[in-house]
């Protein structure tokens, strides 16, 4: 067990930041390591904590669809000061992480690290050295990425925070980071909020590729959760005033997603964010694709404009005014006289579209939308196709059948899997991982990822999940649910249009991941059982 160096009364912690841009991540701040680790270390420095060390993979495009050939760099403390210090193809850059992540591991030997920070990390490969070292010496670690979190607890590693990346920001994945550290190890801290971003996301010189509709949609689930939670109190006896706070709501979304669509892709703060709030005014008749195309334009124009009253020598607070309000005005007026009937068409449509799937045959609609949410999920593609698509319906009428199907087949799948394996697990040391899966699952609607090491070590278990989504969101397809994931699973039913069908399907699907799983870890636990026994009476010794 390592402990801190220690300087006449003050204590000093030293961590390593580990991992890589990610999938999911890439599209939450992966993509501007410069900002995402000066954002950790600043975090740290309020904690006391000190940043020793960084072993960091940054990939030119996400994790989920790379290949050896992408584009990447591996970022380390150079001068005390994140950098990139290998650069080329993935293979490339992996092969002088792993290098890394032996000195790494050697360091945490040697007592010269005392915690780790995990961003979408990799233990099974790049930074596996380092984990294993970790869990040798039963150092903490904090970190943020479900599926690489999932295996590096299932190795052991005492995770003192730990949260999925969806609906995250690159601060407040470091206030987590630095907060549960603090908290482990006794410290005082006090957050950093506020202040500008030293660096700017993406590439500065093309804001075209700092368009992520992924990104965007996912930062403003909040402003959407919200909206269905005022709908489901405006229907209760007294609140009815409430509909119009709703109505207010669901016309303000478009707003929400320009202003953080304009934030994005103009890489300017909070000129973008004006730019995009006065794009979206405009956008509103448009739908949520209005504000979507009306910030994506306001926030290109933004830096356009930036860059050229900046050369044509404009004082600082006129170049603002300029990016800010001439953008979201020519982006917003191009909307609101042009594009509008477009966007609000294809809205209308793309919802017409799923109501038509599920009026044609309920349940055949809701067992296929359950069957698939699995495998998406895994494949990386939930996130860009399935939530924009929840996202999209409930700015149209505040709740959604794929929200349901997600609450359904992922939410209830992942919760009846892990209680399965806190109650009767195959081994005793899974028992924890799976308590904490079962608590965060039931009691905050997030972190499916936390069934995978289960998922993954058992086919059968994976099996169960598949099946079990697909009865869960069948039966929300007979009863025509729509609803929202990410809230508590007590909360769903109330922000649902069908309280007593979305709980029948969370108790099937649910009920079928808990039983299912429990059976194969009781067959595992026999066979393991009779095999011990069968070796027993082999041995010369017995």
Known sequence: ???????????????????????????????????????????????????????????????????????????????????????????????????????????????????????????????????????????PAAGTGGTSLARAQASGLDLVAASGTTGTTSRTRAVSYAAGLARHWDLPYRPIIGGTDARHGGDWRDPWRRVSIRGIMVSCLPAFIAMALTLALSKIPGLDVLTKVFELLIAGIPVVVAAMAARRVSGLGEVGVIAGIVAGLLSVSGGILGGLVGGILAGALAHYLLTATVRWRFPATTANIVSGGLSGLAAGLLVHFALAPVTSAAGRGIKAGIEALVDFNPLLAGAVAGLVMWPAIIAGIYHSVVLPLVLLEMSQKGHSFFGGIDMVGLVMVSFGITLANTLAPRDKGERPLAASGALVNFGFGTFVEAAYPFMFGDKRVFAAAIVSATAGGAVAGVFGVEATAYVPTVVAPFVSTSALGLVAAMLVSGGSAFVLTLLANLHARRRAARAARVGSAASPLS
């Open 1 to 139: 067990m390592t402990h801190p160096t220690e300087h006449q009364d003050q204590r000093t912690y030293r961590v390593a930041v580990v991992g890589s841009s990610g999938g999911n991540l890439r599209s939450h701040g992966g993509d501007d390591p410069a900002a995402l680790l000066e954002e950790i270390r600043r975090q740290l420095d309020a904690a006391g904590i000190e940043l020793a060390a960084v072993q960091f993979v940054a990939a030119s495009g996400s994790m989920d669809t790379a290949r050896d050939d992408t584009s990447a760099a591996l970022w380390q403390l150079v001068s005390g000061v994140p950098a990139p210090t290998h650069e080329g193809d993935l293979a490339t850059v992996n092969d002088a992480a792993r290098s890394a992540d032996q000195d790494l591991a050697a360091a945490v030997r040697a007592g010269e690290l005392h915690g780790l920070v995990l961003v979408s990390a990799d233990p099974d490969d790049t930074n596996s050295a380092v984990v294993a070292a970790a869990v040798e010496a039963g150092l």
